[in-house]
């Protein structure tokens, strides 16, 4: 099985300031991780993921995350806000093992960022 | 990576009434999907789009309500029957860049249902 979890509802941050947005997953085995932007009234947009290799994962528009196997832990960052960034992000994670190519969403993050 | 086209972008339906959403992928893909983003909520998987085949549906979902085309490897249509309020949701399409790994979207169909 495979489920992930993404505390925050919303998260507010100051634009300048860095940023950061949570994701803690499970599997059974070990996990390709994602995340997506969704900004409004548009589609989801891939952001990065996480495969194998390097735990620091950078991605689109600034962003980056790092997988940390022990907290089971996918958190987004971005070390300087910009008003553009405020979207819906879903982190969305896969169990290599699993034999299916389907990911399962966390429920999604508004980041707000106030200029 | 591919680019999907997903058209109507939205509609406003009355209830009862039937439409039909297409998906254009611009290259070949193995792996077509259906989800469904209600309002404030994350994405449920409908179906995964089987090429020549009946779709496969998750459970609540049902092929009477949403029938699923995909006569190709490129294009697929997932159409909402007998709609009623409860619809209004956005259909997102989808496809599996099988040598990367990751999904990619098309840019959604808004429905309303009144």
């Known amino acids: 099985a495979q489920s992930v979890a993404q505390p925050e509802d919303q998260v507010n941050v100051a634009e300048g300031n860095p940023l950061t947005v949570k994701c803690t997953y499970s599997?059974?085995?070990?996990?390709?991780l994602f995340w997506y932007v969704q900004y409004p009234n548009r589609g989801l947009q891939f952001l990065l993921k996480?495969?194998?290799?390097?735990?620091l994962v950078k991605g689109s528009y600034g962003f980056e995350a790092e997988f940390n196997k022990s907290q089971t832990s996918f958190h987004l960052k971005k070390p300087s806000a910009l008003v553009s960034d405020s979207a819906l992000y879903f982190c969305a994670v896969r169990d290599k093992s699993g034999g299916s190519y389907i990911p399962t969403f966390g429920r999604g993050t508004s980041l707000i960022v106030h200029p | 990576s591919a680019v999907i086209s997903q058209k109507p972008s939205r509609d406003i339906c009355q209830r009862g009434t039937s439409l039909t959403i297409q998906c254009q992928v611009d290259s070949q893909v193995t792996m077509m999907f259906w989800y469904r983003q209600q309002p404030g909520q994350s994405l449920t998987l409908i179906a995964t789009?089987?090429?020549?085949?009946?779709?496969?549906?998750e459970s609540g979902f049902v092929i009477d309500k949403f029938p699923i085309s995909r006569p190709n490897l490129t294009f697929s249509t997932l159409t909402v029957s007998n709609m009623s309020p409860e619809d209004s949701s956005i259909y997102l399409c989808?496809?599996?860049?099988?040598?990367?790994?990751?999904?990619?979207f098309g840019e959604g169909s808004r429905l309303t249902v009144l």
């Open positions: 599997v059974s085995g070990n996990p390709y």
């Open positions: 996480y495969i194998t290799g390097d735990n």
């Open positions: 789009a089987n090429q020549g085949s009946e779709a496969t549906y």
């Open positions: 989808s496809a599996l860049n099988q040598e990367a790994g990751e999904l990619f």
